[in-house]
Protein backbone atom coordinates (compact mmCIF):
# COMPACT_ATOMS: atom_id res chain seq x y z
CA UNK A 1 0.00 0.00 0.00
CA UNK A 2 2.88 2.11 0.75
CA UNK A 3 4.81 1.35 -2.37
CA UNK A 4 1.96 2.15 -4.87
CA UNK A 5 1.37 5.47 -2.99
CA UNK A 6 4.12 6.48 -3.52
CA UNK A 7 4.56 5.27 -7.32
CA UNK A 8 1.48 7.78 -7.82
CA UNK A 9 2.63 10.59 -6.06
CA UNK A 10 5.50 10.51 -8.50
CA UNK A 11 3.64 9.95 -11.40
CA UNK A 12 1.04 12.59 -10.50
CA UNK A 13 4.33 15.27 -10.13
CA UNK A 14 6.18 14.04 -13.27
CA UNK A 15 3.06 14.36 -15.42
CA UNK A 16 2.86 17.74 -13.97
CA UNK A 17 6.67 18.16 -14.89
CA UNK A 18 6.31 17.10 -18.67
CA UNK A 19 2.49 18.06 -19.22
CA UNK A 20 2.28 21.42 -21.15
CA UNK A 21 -0.39 23.06 -23.15
CA UNK A 22 0.38 23.11 -26.71
CA UNK A 23 -0.08 26.03 -28.58
CA UNK A 24 -0.31 26.84 -32.17
CA UNK A 25 -1.95 24.60 -35.17
CA UNK A 26 -0.45 20.93 -33.85
CA UNK A 27 -3.05 21.58 -30.73
CA UNK A 28 -5.76 22.93 -32.70
CA UNK A 29 -8.78 21.03 -34.42
CA UNK A 30 -10.86 21.52 -37.13
CA UNK A 31 -13.96 22.92 -35.18
CA UNK A 32 -11.75 25.27 -33.19
CA UNK A 33 -9.81 26.72 -35.99
CA UNK A 34 -13.54 27.08 -37.70
CA UNK A 35 -15.03 28.81 -34.29
CA UNK A 36 -12.19 31.54 -34.88
CA UNK A 37 -12.33 32.15 -38.53
CA UNK A 38 -16.35 32.64 -38.04
CA UNK A 39 -15.59 35.26 -35.19
CA UNK A 40 -13.18 36.47 -37.51
CA UNK A 41 -15.74 37.12 -39.96
CA UNK A 42 -17.97 38.66 -37.77
CA UNK A 43 -15.70 41.19 -36.91
CA UNK A 44 -15.23 41.95 -40.89
CA UNK A 45 -12.02 40.68 -40.83
CA UNK A 46 -12.45 38.77 -43.99
CA UNK A 47 -8.43 38.40 -45.10
CA UNK A 48 -7.98 36.70 -41.50
CA UNK A 49 -11.74 34.65 -42.02
CA UNK A 50 -10.13 33.36 -45.69
CA UNK A 51 -6.69 31.88 -44.05
CA UNK A 52 -8.66 30.28 -41.04
CA UNK A 53 -11.63 29.06 -43.34
CA UNK A 54 -8.78 27.52 -45.62
CA UNK A 55 -6.76 25.78 -42.27
CA UNK A 56 -9.85 24.25 -40.87
CA UNK A 57 -10.28 22.65 -44.48
CA UNK A 58 -6.81 21.21 -44.53
CA UNK A 59 -7.45 20.03 -40.77
CA UNK A 60 -10.75 18.79 -41.09
CA UNK A 61 -9.09 16.70 -44.11
CA UNK A 62 -6.80 15.31 -42.20
CA UNK A 63 -9.09 14.66 -39.26
CA UNK A 64 -11.87 13.31 -41.51
CA UNK A 65 -13.96 15.87 -40.01
CA UNK A 66 -16.62 15.83 -42.85
CA UNK A 67 -19.22 17.80 -41.27
CA UNK A 68 -16.69 20.95 -40.57
CA UNK A 69 -15.00 20.21 -43.80
CA UNK A 70 -18.02 21.47 -46.03
CA UNK A 71 -19.32 24.23 -43.28
CA UNK A 72 -15.76 25.08 -43.78
CA UNK A 73 -15.94 25.06 -47.98
CA UNK A 74 -19.18 26.71 -47.30
CA UNK A 75 -17.97 29.42 -45.27
CA UNK A 76 -15.48 30.26 -47.45
CA UNK A 77 -17.33 30.51 -50.36
CA UNK A 78 -19.59 32.58 -48.78
CA UNK A 79 -16.20 35.07 -47.82
CA UNK A 80 -15.60 35.64 -51.39
CA UNK A 81 -18.97 36.01 -53.06
CA UNK A 82 -18.54 39.72 -53.78
CA UNK A 83 -15.02 39.23 -54.89
CA UNK A 84 -15.03 35.96 -56.63
CA UNK A 85 -18.33 34.12 -57.56
CA UNK A 86 -17.04 31.84 -59.60
CA UNK A 87 -14.53 30.71 -57.33
CA UNK A 88 -17.33 30.49 -54.72
CA UNK A 89 -19.25 28.61 -57.29
CA UNK A 90 -16.39 25.92 -57.15
CA UNK A 91 -16.34 25.82 -53.39
CA UNK A 92 -20.04 25.69 -53.02
CA UNK A 93 -20.05 23.02 -55.38
CA UNK A 94 -17.26 20.89 -53.61
CA UNK A 95 -18.99 21.05 -50.28
CA UNK A 96 -21.98 19.94 -51.94
CA UNK A 97 -20.11 16.79 -53.00
CA UNK A 98 -18.63 16.15 -49.52
CA UNK A 99 -21.92 16.79 -48.10
CA UNK A 100 -23.58 14.03 -50.30
CA UNK A 101 -20.38 11.45 -49.62
CA UNK A 102 -21.08 11.79 -45.84
CA UNK A 103 -24.66 13.00 -45.62
CA UNK A 104 -25.90 13.58 -41.73
CA UNK A 105 -28.79 16.85 -41.65
CA UNK A 106 -31.28 17.28 -45.23
CA UNK A 107 -30.86 20.42 -43.64
CA UNK A 108 -27.35 21.54 -44.46
CA UNK A 109 -28.18 20.04 -48.04
CA UNK A 110 -30.64 22.53 -48.43
CA UNK A 111 -28.71 25.03 -47.80
CA UNK A 112 -26.16 24.50 -50.13
CA UNK A 113 -28.23 23.73 -52.56
CA UNK A 114 -29.48 27.39 -52.33
CA UNK A 115 -26.64 28.97 -52.06
CA UNK A 116 -24.87 26.93 -54.90
CA UNK A 117 -27.79 28.10 -56.78
CA UNK A 118 -27.27 31.41 -55.41
CA UNK A 119 -23.51 31.61 -56.83
CA UNK A 120 -24.06 30.25 -60.07
CA UNK A 121 -27.05 33.08 -60.84
CA UNK A 122 -24.32 35.66 -59.91
CA UNK A 123 -21.66 34.02 -62.29
CA UNK A 124 -24.48 33.68 -64.65
CA UNK A 125 -25.52 37.73 -63.92
CA UNK A 126 -21.59 38.78 -64.45
CA UNK A 127 -20.92 36.66 -67.49
CA UNK A 128 -24.05 37.15 -69.06
CA UNK A 129 -24.47 33.34 -69.33
CA UNK A 130 -27.70 30.90 -68.91
CA UNK A 131 -28.77 30.89 -65.33
CA UNK A 132 -30.20 27.24 -65.80
CA UNK A 133 -27.34 25.94 -63.37
CA UNK A 134 -28.68 28.09 -60.74
CA UNK A 135 -32.08 27.37 -61.09
CA UNK A 136 -31.69 23.78 -60.89
CA UNK A 137 -29.54 24.28 -57.73
CA UNK A 138 -32.17 26.42 -55.68
CA UNK A 139 -35.18 23.59 -57.54
CA UNK A 140 -33.75 20.77 -55.90
CA UNK A 141 -33.49 22.86 -52.68
CA UNK A 142 -36.95 23.56 -52.92
CA UNK A 143 -38.16 20.61 -53.29
CA UNK A 144 -36.44 18.74 -50.68
CA UNK A 145 -37.34 21.94 -48.21
CA UNK A 146 -41.12 21.72 -49.16
CA UNK A 147 -41.28 17.81 -48.97
CA UNK A 148 -39.57 18.28 -45.24
CA UNK A 149 -42.62 21.04 -44.41
CA UNK A 150 -38.80 22.81 -43.90
CA UNK A 151 -41.01 25.92 -43.69
CA UNK A 152 -38.22 28.56 -43.08
CA UNK A 153 -36.07 27.30 -46.01
CA UNK A 154 -38.94 27.15 -48.50
CA UNK A 155 -39.43 30.96 -48.04
CA UNK A 156 -35.21 31.06 -48.84
CA UNK A 157 -35.25 28.83 -51.75
CA UNK A 158 -38.51 30.90 -52.82
CA UNK A 159 -36.63 34.27 -52.42
CA UNK A 160 -33.28 32.65 -54.23
CA UNK A 161 -35.64 31.64 -57.47
CA UNK A 162 -37.02 35.37 -57.03
CA UNK A 163 -33.68 37.00 -57.03
CA UNK A 164 -32.47 34.57 -60.06
CA UNK A 165 -35.85 35.85 -61.98
CA UNK A 166 -35.43 39.28 -61.63
CA UNK A 167 -31.41 38.58 -62.71
CA UNK A 168 -33.24 37.44 -66.30
CA UNK A 169 -35.24 40.66 -66.27
CA UNK A 170 -38.31 38.47 -65.73
CA UNK A 171 -39.92 40.47 -63.17
CA UNK A 172 -43.79 39.41 -63.47
CA UNK A 173 -42.13 35.72 -62.76
CA UNK A 174 -40.07 37.34 -59.71
CA UNK A 175 -43.14 39.09 -57.79
CA UNK A 176 -45.14 35.66 -58.42
CA UNK A 177 -41.64 33.70 -56.31
CA UNK A 178 -41.94 36.52 -53.97
CA UNK A 179 -45.00 36.45 -53.22
CA UNK A 180 -44.85 33.08 -52.07
CA UNK A 181 -41.99 33.98 -50.43
CA UNK A 182 -43.88 36.41 -48.52
CA UNK A 183 -46.62 33.84 -47.67
CA UNK A 184 -44.29 31.57 -45.32
CA UNK A 185 -41.92 33.88 -44.52
CA UNK A 186 -40.48 33.89 -40.89
CA UNK A 187 -40.07 36.99 -38.95
CA UNK A 188 -36.09 36.57 -39.61
CA UNK A 189 -36.27 36.07 -42.95
CA UNK A 190 -38.81 38.63 -44.12
CA UNK A 191 -36.84 41.71 -44.39
CA UNK A 192 -35.08 40.00 -47.23
CA UNK A 193 -38.11 38.66 -49.19
CA UNK A 194 -39.67 42.36 -48.69
CA UNK A 195 -36.78 43.46 -50.47
CA UNK A 196 -36.91 41.52 -53.60
CA UNK A 197 -40.47 42.15 -53.81
CA UNK A 198 -40.06 45.44 -53.13
CA UNK A 199 -37.26 45.88 -56.17
CA UNK A 200 -39.95 44.06 -58.44
CA UNK A 201 -42.56 46.61 -57.99
CA UNK A 202 -39.73 49.52 -58.67
CA UNK A 203 -38.55 47.46 -61.89
CA UNK A 204 -42.25 47.23 -63.09
CA UNK A 205 -42.64 51.11 -62.14
CA UNK A 206 -45.44 49.88 -59.64
CA UNK A 207 -44.58 53.00 -57.42
CA UNK A 208 -47.06 53.00 -54.82
CA UNK A 209 -46.78 49.05 -54.32
CA UNK A 210 -42.87 49.42 -54.27
CA UNK A 211 -43.50 52.58 -51.47
CA UNK A 212 -45.76 50.45 -49.37
CA UNK A 213 -43.73 47.24 -48.92
CA UNK A 214 -40.20 49.11 -48.77
CA UNK A 215 -41.62 51.22 -45.99
CA UNK A 216 -42.90 48.07 -43.99
CA UNK A 217 -38.73 46.73 -43.93
CA UNK A 218 -37.82 47.12 -40.15
CA UNK A 219 -33.79 47.57 -40.50
CA UNK A 220 -33.40 47.78 -36.98
CA UNK A 221 -29.73 48.03 -36.41
CA UNK A 222 -28.45 46.73 -39.87
CA UNK A 223 -26.86 49.91 -41.12
CA UNK A 224 -27.21 48.80 -44.91
CA UNK A 225 -30.37 47.75 -44.90
CA UNK A 226 -31.05 50.75 -43.97
CA UNK A 227 -29.56 52.14 -46.55
CA UNK A 228 -30.71 49.85 -49.38
CA UNK A 229 -34.50 51.38 -47.85
CA UNK A 230 -33.74 55.18 -47.93
CA UNK A 231 -31.66 54.96 -50.94
CA UNK A 232 -35.09 53.83 -52.70
CA UNK A 233 -37.47 55.63 -51.33
CA UNK A 234 -35.46 58.49 -52.15
CA UNK A 235 -35.69 56.64 -55.91
CA UNK A 236 -39.49 56.44 -55.91
CA UNK A 237 -39.66 60.20 -55.14
CA UNK A 238 -37.67 61.19 -57.75
CA UNK A 239 -39.30 58.84 -60.15
CA UNK A 240 -42.65 60.17 -59.33
CA UNK A 241 -41.12 63.68 -59.97
CA UNK A 242 -39.54 62.85 -63.10
CA UNK A 243 -36.11 63.92 -62.21
CA UNK A 244 -34.07 60.92 -63.84
CA UNK A 245 -30.99 62.74 -64.02
CA UNK A 246 -30.88 63.34 -60.60
CA UNK A 247 -31.91 59.49 -59.56
CA UNK A 248 -29.07 58.86 -61.41
CA UNK A 249 -26.71 61.30 -59.56
CA UNK A 250 -28.35 59.82 -56.32
CA UNK A 251 -27.52 56.09 -57.77
CA UNK A 252 -23.54 57.47 -58.28
CA UNK A 253 -23.65 59.32 -55.03
CA UNK A 254 -24.61 55.67 -53.16
CA UNK A 255 -22.40 54.01 -55.30
CA UNK A 256 -18.93 55.97 -53.87
CA UNK A 257 -20.89 55.81 -50.40
CA UNK A 258 -20.82 52.24 -50.94
CA UNK A 259 -16.89 52.30 -52.11
CA UNK A 260 -16.19 54.48 -49.18
CA UNK A 261 -18.14 51.68 -46.86
CA UNK A 262 -15.85 48.88 -48.19
CA UNK A 263 -12.64 50.72 -47.85
CA UNK A 264 -13.68 51.81 -44.27
CA UNK A 265 -14.22 47.42 -43.86
CA UNK A 266 -11.20 46.89 -45.58
CA UNK A 267 -9.01 49.21 -42.90
CA UNK A 268 -11.17 47.58 -40.25
CA UNK A 269 -9.55 44.23 -41.21
CA UNK A 270 -6.49 45.16 -41.47
CA UNK A 271 -6.66 47.08 -37.95
CA UNK A 272 -8.24 44.27 -36.22
CA UNK A 273 -5.91 41.86 -38.02
CA UNK A 274 -2.74 43.47 -36.38
CA UNK A 275 -4.55 43.92 -32.99
CA UNK A 276 -4.90 39.87 -33.03
CA UNK A 277 -1.21 39.76 -34.12
CA UNK A 278 0.24 41.67 -31.08
CA UNK A 279 -2.18 40.18 -28.99
CA UNK A 280 -1.25 36.65 -29.92
CA UNK A 281 2.17 37.96 -29.53
CA UNK A 282 2.16 39.20 -26.29
CA UNK A 283 0.32 35.85 -24.77
CA UNK A 284 2.84 34.07 -26.63
CA UNK A 285 5.52 35.52 -24.72
CA UNK A 286 3.27 35.59 -21.13
CA UNK A 287 3.19 31.61 -21.10
CA UNK A 288 6.47 30.70 -22.26
CA UNK A 289 8.00 32.82 -19.23
CA UNK A 290 5.69 31.13 -16.81
CA UNK A 291 5.90 28.40 -18.01
CA UNK A 292 9.98 28.37 -18.20
CA UNK A 293 9.65 29.44 -14.65
CA UNK A 294 7.03 26.97 -13.72
CA UNK A 295 9.08 23.88 -15.20
CA UNK A 296 12.23 24.59 -13.81
CA UNK A 297 10.70 25.05 -10.32
CA UNK A 298 8.62 21.26 -10.87
CA UNK A 299 11.41 19.76 -12.35
CA UNK A 300 13.46 20.80 -9.05
CA UNK A 301 10.71 19.36 -7.14
CA UNK A 302 10.51 16.09 -9.11
CA UNK A 303 14.24 15.65 -9.54
CA UNK A 304 14.31 15.47 -5.22
CA UNK A 305 11.06 13.27 -5.24
CA UNK A 306 12.28 10.45 -6.99
CA UNK A 307 15.95 10.93 -5.61
CA UNK A 308 13.92 10.27 -2.31
CA UNK A 309 11.20 8.00 -3.17
CA UNK A 310 14.34 6.16 -4.87
CA UNK A 311 16.00 5.60 -2.02
CA UNK A 312 13.25 4.88 0.16
CA UNK A 313 11.56 2.23 -2.40
CA UNK A 314 14.83 0.09 -1.91
CA UNK A 315 15.44 0.46 1.41
CA UNK A 316 11.28 -0.88 1.87
CA UNK A 317 12.17 -3.23 -0.96
CA UNK A 318 15.09 -4.71 0.63
CA UNK A 319 13.45 -4.89 3.87
CA UNK A 320 9.87 -6.18 2.86
CA UNK A 321 11.10 -9.74 0.63
CA UNK A 322 13.30 -10.60 3.49
CA UNK A 323 10.35 -10.54 5.68
CA UNK A 324 8.45 -12.26 2.65
CA UNK A 325 11.12 -14.53 2.22
CA UNK A 326 11.28 -15.71 5.95
CA UNK A 327 7.48 -15.63 5.98
CA UNK A 328 7.06 -17.93 2.77
CA UNK A 329 9.36 -20.40 4.21
CA UNK A 330 7.81 -21.00 7.47
CA UNK A 331 4.12 -21.21 5.57
CA UNK A 332 5.80 -24.35 3.33
CA UNK A 333 7.69 -25.90 5.96
CA UNK A 334 4.15 -25.26 8.08
CA UNK A 335 2.05 -26.77 5.33
CA UNK A 336 4.07 -30.04 4.26
CA UNK A 337 4.39 -30.80 7.58
CA UNK A 338 0.72 -30.52 8.06
CA UNK A 339 -0.05 -32.16 4.67
CA UNK A 340 2.58 -35.63 5.68
CA UNK A 341 0.43 -35.53 9.06
CA UNK A 342 -2.70 -35.60 6.67
CA UNK A 343 -1.88 -38.12 4.32
CA UNK A 344 -0.41 -40.42 6.68
CA UNK A 345 -3.77 -40.25 9.18
CA UNK A 346 -5.96 -40.70 5.46
CA UNK A 347 -3.87 -43.60 4.37
CA UNK A 348 -3.84 -45.17 7.89
CA UNK A 349 -7.54 -44.99 8.54
CA UNK A 350 -8.41 -46.10 5.02
CA UNK A 351 -6.17 -49.17 4.96
CA UNK A 352 -7.29 -49.84 8.19
CA UNK A 353 -10.64 -50.10 7.01
CA UNK A 354 -10.26 -51.85 4.13
CA UNK A 355 -8.11 -54.67 5.45
CA UNK A 356 -10.94 -55.37 8.08
CA UNK A 357 -13.51 -55.87 5.35
CA UNK A 358 -13.86 -59.43 4.87
CA UNK A 359 -14.61 -59.49 1.18
CA UNK A 360 -11.15 -57.70 0.43
CA UNK A 361 -9.19 -59.99 3.02
CA UNK A 362 -10.75 -62.74 0.16
CA UNK A 363 -9.29 -60.56 -2.42
CA UNK A 364 -5.50 -60.25 -1.18
CA UNK A 365 -5.46 -63.91 -0.85
CA UNK A 366 -2.32 -65.24 -2.68
CA UNK A 367 -1.83 -67.81 -4.67
CA UNK A 368 -3.41 -69.06 -8.27
CA UNK A 369 -6.72 -70.00 -6.75
CA UNK A 370 -9.99 -69.25 -7.94
CA UNK A 371 -11.79 -66.23 -6.47
CA UNK A 372 -15.62 -66.11 -5.90
CA UNK A 373 -17.48 -62.76 -4.54
CA UNK A 374 -20.93 -63.05 -3.80
CA UNK A 375 -23.42 -60.38 -4.96
CA UNK A 376 -23.38 -59.37 -0.89
CA UNK A 377 -19.49 -59.14 -1.11
CA UNK A 378 -19.04 -56.77 -4.07
CA UNK A 379 -21.84 -54.34 -2.46
CA UNK A 380 -19.66 -54.44 0.69
CA UNK A 381 -16.80 -53.66 -1.29
CA UNK A 382 -18.34 -50.81 -3.26
CA UNK A 383 -20.06 -49.54 0.15
CA UNK A 384 -16.75 -49.11 1.47
CA UNK A 385 -14.77 -47.70 -1.20
CA UNK A 386 -17.60 -45.34 -1.33
CA UNK A 387 -17.82 -44.23 2.65
CA UNK A 388 -13.79 -43.78 2.24
CA UNK A 389 -13.62 -42.51 -1.25
CA UNK A 390 -16.51 -39.37 -0.98
CA UNK A 391 -18.88 -41.83 -2.90
CA UNK A 392 -16.70 -42.33 -5.91
CA UNK A 393 -18.12 -45.24 -7.26
CA UNK A 394 -22.24 -43.66 -6.80
CA UNK A 395 -20.80 -40.74 -8.97
CA UNK A 396 -19.81 -43.18 -11.66
CA UNK A 397 -23.30 -44.86 -11.47
CA UNK A 398 -24.59 -41.52 -11.73
CA UNK A 399 -22.75 -40.68 -14.71
CA UNK A 400 -22.71 -43.64 -16.59
CA UNK A 401 -25.97 -45.45 -15.95
CA UNK A 402 -25.36 -47.67 -19.15
CA UNK A 403 -22.38 -49.28 -17.61
CA UNK A 404 -22.44 -53.17 -16.98
CA UNK A 405 -22.19 -54.41 -13.33
CA UNK A 406 -19.10 -56.51 -14.30
CA UNK A 407 -17.34 -53.20 -15.77
CA UNK A 408 -18.31 -51.43 -12.33
CA UNK A 409 -16.68 -54.47 -10.44
CA UNK A 410 -13.94 -54.53 -12.67
CA UNK A 411 -13.38 -50.59 -11.60
CA UNK A 412 -13.49 -51.87 -7.98
CA UNK A 413 -10.97 -54.50 -8.07
CA UNK A 414 -8.63 -51.51 -10.00
CA UNK A 415 -9.49 -48.90 -7.42
CA UNK A 416 -8.52 -51.64 -4.57
CA UNK A 417 -5.06 -52.11 -6.72
CA UNK A 418 -5.70 -55.74 -7.21
CA UNK A 419 -3.25 -57.21 -9.80
CA UNK A 420 -4.47 -57.77 -13.01
CA UNK A 421 -3.54 -61.66 -12.23
CA UNK A 422 -6.04 -61.71 -9.31
CA UNK A 423 -8.68 -60.21 -11.55
CA UNK A 424 -7.72 -63.23 -13.74
CA UNK A 425 -8.32 -65.76 -10.88
CA UNK A 426 -11.85 -64.02 -10.28
CA UNK A 427 -13.10 -63.69 -14.22
CA UNK A 428 -11.40 -66.98 -14.75
CA UNK A 429 -9.72 -65.31 -17.80
CA UNK A 430 -5.63 -64.70 -18.90
CA UNK A 431 -3.63 -61.78 -17.59
CA UNK A 432 -3.77 -59.72 -21.53
CA UNK A 433 -7.63 -60.52 -21.27
CA UNK A 434 -7.75 -58.52 -18.27
CA UNK A 435 -5.57 -55.82 -19.76
CA UNK A 436 -7.60 -55.76 -22.81
CA UNK A 437 -10.75 -55.49 -20.71
CA UNK A 438 -9.40 -52.25 -18.82
CA UNK A 439 -8.10 -50.74 -22.21
CA UNK A 440 -11.73 -51.37 -24.12
CA UNK A 441 -13.28 -49.80 -20.65
CA UNK A 442 -11.17 -46.74 -20.42
CA UNK A 443 -11.80 -46.13 -24.25
CA UNK A 444 -15.36 -47.05 -24.94
CA UNK A 445 -17.01 -45.89 -21.20
CA UNK A 446 -14.35 -43.15 -20.16
CA UNK A 447 -14.16 -41.84 -23.67
CA UNK A 448 -10.00 -41.65 -23.23
CA UNK A 449 -7.74 -42.66 -25.84
CA UNK A 450 -4.55 -41.59 -24.87
CA UNK A 451 -2.46 -44.96 -24.44
CA UNK A 452 -0.25 -43.12 -21.74
CA UNK A 453 -3.44 -42.43 -19.29
CA UNK A 454 -4.04 -45.61 -17.30
CA UNK A 455 -7.92 -46.71 -15.89
CA UNK A 456 -6.16 -46.33 -12.20
CA UNK A 457 -5.41 -42.83 -13.35
CA UNK A 458 -9.21 -41.80 -14.78
CA UNK A 459 -10.91 -43.81 -11.58
CA UNK A 460 -8.20 -42.09 -8.78
CA UNK A 461 -9.16 -38.30 -11.14
Not at 138 to 156: E, N
Not at 342 to 359: H, P
Request: hydrophobic share 40%.
Amino acid sequence: MYTRTLYVFILGVLLMACSQPKQGADAQTAASCLEEAETALANDSIRLGETLLRKTIQLSEGSEDWHTNYIAYQRLAGALSQSNPEEALRLMKKALTIYEQHPDDERNRVILLDYAGTYASQVAYTTEGPFDEALDFVHRAYDIAKKSQMTDLMCQTLTSLANIAWAKEEYHEALDYAHQAESVATADLKPGTLQVLARSYLDLDMLDSAETVYRQIEPGDDVHLAYIVQSNLAKIALRRMGAKQVEDDIDDAFEQVEDFYYKALEQKDQYYQESLRQEMENQQLEYRSKMYARTLLITIIASLIVILAIVLVVRYRIQAQRQEKRQLQQEAEHQRAQLHQTSEVVAFLQDFILERTEAVKKLNQSGDSLIYLSPHEWNEVERTLNAIDNNRFANIREQYPNMQEDDIRLCLLTRLGISNRTIGNIYCITVSAVQHRKLKLKKDVFGETNPDVTLEQILNS
